[in-house]
């Protein structure tokens, strides 16, 4: 069995964010407040190049701090084996996240993918629990969608 690539996440200082970075972060913003613009014009209108846009879209958050916590939605694919399901939502409840959403596909090809809305909350570190959800023998793949 092949290792998996390890994602280790980080919070640094903005003026240490490569201007790149920063420019996919607006032009994301641009695309949630501003419906009506397609990539293109976001890119555009940031003054990063569509391709930039796409190779970094899913690298890069902006980080909120708020009293309650985070919403974070994360999809992972995983292996079609019984309990399989009941050790993801343990790694969850082991970071006292709570769950808002869940969703799980039926397997194809004995792979089930999932997608959950949690809430973080501000004592928990989100990057410690994500490692450990990716590295979970039987987990394939775990990609943050969405934070807010």
Do not use: W
Not at 58 to 69: A, C, L, M, R
Not at 105 to 134: C, G, H, Q, Y
Request: proline content about 4%.
């Amino acid at each position: 069995m092949e290792e998996k690539e390890s994602n280790k996440y980080y919070l640094i200082k903005q003026k240490a964010v490569p201007e790149v970075l920063l420019k996919v972060i607006e032009a994301k913003r641009l695309l949630e407040t501003e419906k009506v613009l397609t990539i293109q014009e976001a890119a555009e209108k940031v003054g990063l190049s569509r391709s930039s846009f796409y190779k970094y879209k899913d690298d890069i958050f902006p980080f909120h701090e708020n009293v309650k916590g985070r919403t974070v939605t994360i999809v992972l694919q995983m292996d079609d084996q019984p309990g399989m399901l009941s050790q993801v939502l343990k790694i969850i409840a082991h970071y006292s996240a709570n769950i808002l959403t869940i969703h799980q596909t039926i397997p194809i090809n004995s792979v089930a993918s999932l997608t959950l809305s949690i809430e973080i909350p501000p004592s928990s570190d989100m990057s410690v629990m994500m490692s450990e959800l990716e590295q979970h023998e039987g987990i394939q793949y775990v990609k943050i969608l969405a934070m807010e």
